[in-house]
T-cell receptor
Framework: LAKTTQPISMDSYEGQEVNITCSHNNIATNDYITWYQQFPSQGPRFIIQGYKTKVTNEVASLFIPADRKSSTLSLPRVSLSDTAVYYCLVVTPSNTNAGKSTFGDGTTLTVKP | NAGVTQTPKFQVLKTGQSMTLQCAQDMNHEYMSWYRQDPGMGLRLIHYSVGAGITDQGEVPNGYNVSRSTTEDFPLRLLSAAPSQTSVYFC?????????????FGSGTRLTVV
């Protein structure tokens, strides 16, 4: 499955919009893109999934361009509580590839007052 | 509350000791897996299971054993603990091995081997 590349860290201020980009150049036709959020001392939490174009839920938006070689997680108007590590994970809708998706090191987002 | 339950939350072992980390889920998920997370690092897959009676190795399986006798439980056994196994261990489950609907993670077990 496609290897992902994300920035190691990002800083932002409360109230700003934050965009975290993930590169997945070798994504396959059937693959999906998922994003997770991890707070200190907690397990990761699934926040959004997409295949193409734009997906929005109560937590975030996910933008995927036509070539699908990258994706951008957008967090609107962040607060201090959005400080966390964010992981991009490419997954495939096939049980034969179970266990093949790997988490990278993620992006540490620090929101400042 | 539905979810993934891990026990214990904390554990200190001496080098050479063995122990079992417990993981249980009540969502009837087919897929379960174990990850380890070292300080400041991402998650690395240890072992996974796509259903009762079926297990397979992940990226870092050495020193660990698993079994899956029921859909609900997926224990991780450390055979002979080493300081290099000091880490936080997370259990995760999903509806199927595809994970396109997302993994649900437990709250973790923090293991220290001295």
């Amino acid at each position: 499955l496609a290897k992902t590349t994300q920035p190691i860290s990002m800083d932002s201020y409360e109230g700003q919009e934050v965009n975290i980009t993930c590169s997945h150049n070798n994504i396959a036709t059937n693959d999906y893109i998922t994003w997770y959020q991890q707070f200190p001392s907690q397990g990761p939490r699934f926040i959004i999934q997409g295949y193409k174009t734009k997906v929005t839920n109560e937590v975030a938006s996910l933008f995927i361009p036509a070539d699908r070689k990258s994706s951008t997680l957008s967090l609107p108007r962040v607060s201090l509580s959005d400080t966390a590590v964010y992981y991009c994970l490419v997954v495939t809708p096939s049980n034969t590839n179970a266990g093949k998706s790997t988490f990278g090191d993620g992006t540490t987002l620090t929101v400042k007052p | 509350n539905a979810g993934v339950t891990q026990t214990p939350k904390f554990q200190v072992l001496k080098t050479g000791q063995s122990m079992t980390l417990q993981c249980a889920q009540d969502m009837n998920h087919e897929y379960m897996s174990w990850y380890r997370q070292d300080p400041g690092m991402g998650l690395r897959l240890i072992h996974y299971s796509v259903g009762a009676g079926i297990t397979d190795q992940g990226e870092v399986p050495n020193g660990y054993n698993v079994s899956r006798s029921t859909t609900e439980d997926f224990p991780l056994r450390l055979l002979s603990a080493a300081p290099s196994q000091t880490s936080v261990y997370f259990c995760a489950s999903s509806r199927s091995g595809t994970a396109i609907y997302g993994y649900t993670f437990g709250s973790g077990t923090r293991l220290t081997v001295v």
